[in-house]
């Protein structure tokens, strides 16, 4: 599970300029006035092979009895409580603050790790100003410039350096994890419930009743299951409580850790602009996912309904063309048993390993039958192909020149893997590597 990374501080002090440095981004508006980051935002970043989620949460002002302000503080106060290591910007150019102080205070209540960057230090020359930072009692300030890009690769080693020993340690390597992910009130918690057989979950009505990523074990067998259900993830416009929107966090989370995601939709409603980002989310991750329409019984149907709504669904979900598709009712039970099937043949797929000699011969066939175009008159080549992890399934590719392999070949080549394969229910991840050609199978 990825570390997460709390990025907080004062209003106006540069935290989302350093968010958008860390994630080589645009994503955080940034603007000379103090309140614009109003919302958490999280986005993945990665140091020294260490992957994490960076949030940048809003300005905090502790005093202010302004109802956005206070709601801005308790954004950052839920970010601070869900952090592995909490990333405390602060500003050079105005020097040491009463605010940054009360900061400091609320930091170290959390007991968790903090990292002081002192920001807008634009000049090598200047970092001695950091040195009334050591007031706050949060360790050795670093001098930082977010907008340039100074020392932040310091900062970061400092921040991985925090990380937590055993995120990514897999401690249960033989019980399948499964998270249900999906907009609010798609039937999550329905299906928990059906699945174990009790009511574990409570089940409401209300949109966005389950708050908190919950665990429970399954077993079918000899094979158990670890089932998080998980809170509805929701367009950020449409948040009103404070809690579901930190909430959105642990699912984030909560598919990070796991094996297989249960993307659930309301088949009554088709699928939403939220649905595909939340999915997109899902595929990006690397984890195997299954397309669980819920609520079935709700659609009319006649005898094309099935083949058009498949139809649709791989229309809207072009990038999940691998996923697995079942249309279920958590409420009348309606092939809710063919899920642990479905669970377990997606975990085979995505563990599976194809032999290097299997693999090669399946590449050089696909070259054969169609050959890499000429680039700049230039032919790309493929030397050898190995694969190297599962979960996802994972190739290399060592080849002539990288820039010289489009990125529609990989997409053909992706799909002969899958046809010779199966790889079902899992994305494949290639990889290019250069290697001059005296070199091949060194």
Request: proline share 3%; hydrophobic share 40%; aromatic share 8%.
């Amino acid at each position: 599970m990825k570390p997460i990374v709390a990025i907080v501080g004062r209003p106006n002090v540069g935290k989302s300029t350093l968010f958008n440095r860390i994630t080589g981004t645009r994503t955080a508006i940034i603007e000379d006035s103090p309140g614009v980051t109003r919302d958490r935002l999280y986005l993945d970043g990665e140091w020294s092979g260490k992957k994490f989620t960076l949030i940048d949460t809003g300005g905090i002002i502790v005093d202010s009895e302004d109802h956005i302000l206070k709601r801005v503080r308790e954004q950052a106060e839920f970010a601070i409580n869900e952090a592995d290591i909490i990333l405390f910007v602060t500003d050079g150019q105005t020097g040491m603050t009463i605010e940054d102080e009360e900061v400091a205070n609320i930091l170290r209540k959390s007991q968790k790790p903090v990292v002081l960057a002192v920001n807008k230090i634009e000049s090598y020359k200047k970092e001695d100003v950091v040195f009334d930072f050591y007031q706050l009692g949060l360790g050795d300030p670093i001098a930082i410039s977010a907008s340039q890009g100074m020392n932040t690769g310091d900062l970061l080693d400092a921040v991985v350096e925090n990380f937590p020993v055993d995120l990514e340690e897999d401690l249960e390597p033989d019980i399948i994890k499964i998270a249900i992910v999906g907009r609010p009130n798609v039937g999550k918690s329905s299906l928990t419930n059906t699945l174990l057989g009790e009511e574990r979950v409570i089940v409401s009505e209300i949109a966005g009743t389950t708050r908190d990523a919950i665990d429970s074990m399954l077993k079918v067998g000899d094979q158990e299951y670890r089932i998080i259900d998980t809170a509805g993830m929701r367009k950020r416009n449409k948040i009103d409580i404070a809690t579901e929107r930190y909430s959105v966090i642990r699912s984030l989370k909560a598919i990070d850790r796991s094996d297989i995601v249960l993307m659930m939709f309301d088949a009554s409603e088709g699928i939403t602009e939220q649905d595909k980002k939340i999915a997109g989310y899902v595929h990006e991750s690397g984890k195997s996912c299954i397309l669980v329409f819920n609520k079935w019984d709700l659609v009319e149907k006649d005898d094309k309904t099935l083949h058009n709504y498949e139809k649709k669904i791989r229309a809207d979900l072009l990038f999940l063309q691998y996923a697995p598709i079942i249309f279920i009712s958590a409420v009348t039970k309606q092939r809710v048993n063919k899920i642990i099937e479905l669970i377990d043949f997606v975990a085979e797929q995505q563990n599976f390993r194809a032999t290097t000699s299997a693999l090669n011969e399946v590449i050089q066939d696909a070259v054969r039958t169609t050959p890499i175009p000429t680039k700049r008159g230039k032919r790309g080549k493929i030397l050898y192909a190995t694969q190297t992890n599962i979960k996802p399934p994972t190739f290399v590719f060592f080849v002539n020149d990288p820039e010289l392999i489009h990125f529609s070949y990989e997409r053909y080549l992706e799909n002969k893997l899958r046809e010779a394969f199966g790889f079902e229910g899992t994305p494949i991840w290639l990889k290019l590597k250069k290697r001059e050609e005296n070199n091949a199978g060194k």
